[in-house]
């Protein structure tokens, strides 16, 4: 692995990020340009880039919520987000193709736990596909439930991290 930056998202970072996003996710799973901009804007806190080579390769970005209702899909343009909430809620863990499968997934996850364990927050949550959910299980994530959102069109799962 090269060396690795963990930084927080600016601005200029919005057509990288959806560049990688909509390389990543299926059809309309992906957030629009536009919510990623809204993402960066209104809480850079929450949006954790990973950098190999000087170059964005990864994400994740999230919101917090006092009352999390997973399967809202306001939320993912942060209508109702607070970011003085004790409970993170991430919308995208991303990679640029390329660079799956090297481990740098599970790095960019521990960071971001580490990051809302240093602002307080009491939980993380988030929806994955059906593959994912043992993933996340290892990483230390419990399973809640199948979500209720039908987010572009596939079966979700609730995850949930207790910090």
Known sequence: MSALVFREANLTDVDRCYAIETEAYEGDEAATREKIATRIAQYPQGFLCLEAEGKVIGFINGGCAWDVVMSDEEFKA???HDPAAPNAVIMSVVLD???QGK???TLLMRHFVQLMKQMDKQTIH???KTHHVELYKKM???YVKPSASDHGGMAWHEMLMTL
């Open 78 to 80: 942060l209508v109702g």
């Open 97 to 99: 193709p390329a660079y």
């Open 103 to 105: 481990g740098y997934a």
């Open 126 to 128: 988030l929806m994955c």
């Open 140 to 142: 230390g994530y419990q």
